[in-house]
Nanobody
Framework: QVQPVESGGGLVQAGGSLRLSCVASGSIFASTGIGWYRQTPGKQRELVAAMSSAGTTFTYVDSVKGRFTISRDNAKNTAYLQMNGLKPEDTAVYYC????????????????WGQGTRVTVSS
């Protein structure tokens, strides 16, 4: 079972940047899709960005397109989410998913989930 561990969250002013990291144990990292989700109180967890195992397919929720970038370093078993131009509405707990897959053009979460890292954007 893959157990991702997220880091990099924190408090930042609107317009600022953060880079989230997700380190996953196990040997399957390079062969699976990865996704970043976020959740705020009272709302369902939302897929923010995803990337296929081959790095050829990407998904971004409309609200972060042009501001967030998902990437991966298979040699380090690490996924990243670069977040620029942060807005107060980006405030959430961000979760990493390792082990998902694409069904057509849709990313399906699966495998292991991290405990989350909190991102707070002040106005």
């Amino acid at each position: 079972q893959v157990q991702p561990v997220e880091s990099g969250g924190g408090l930042v002013q609107a317009g600022g940047s953060l880079r989230l990291s997700c380190v996953a144990s196990g040997s399957i990292f390079a062969s699976t899709g990865i996704g970043w989700y976020r959740q705020t109180p009272g709302k369902q967890r939302e897929l923010v960005a995803a990337m296929s195992s081959a790095g050829t397919t990407f998904t971004y929720v409309d609200s972060v397109k042009g501001r967030f970038t998902i990437s991966r370093d298979n040699a380090k078993n690490t996924a990243y989410l670069q977040m620029n131009g942060l807005k107060p509405e980006d405030t959430a707990v961000y979760y990493c998913n390792v082990g998902g897959y694409y069904s057509g053009s849709s990313y399906r979460g699966g495998g292991g989930w991290g405990q989350g890292t909190r991102v707070t954007v002040s106005s």
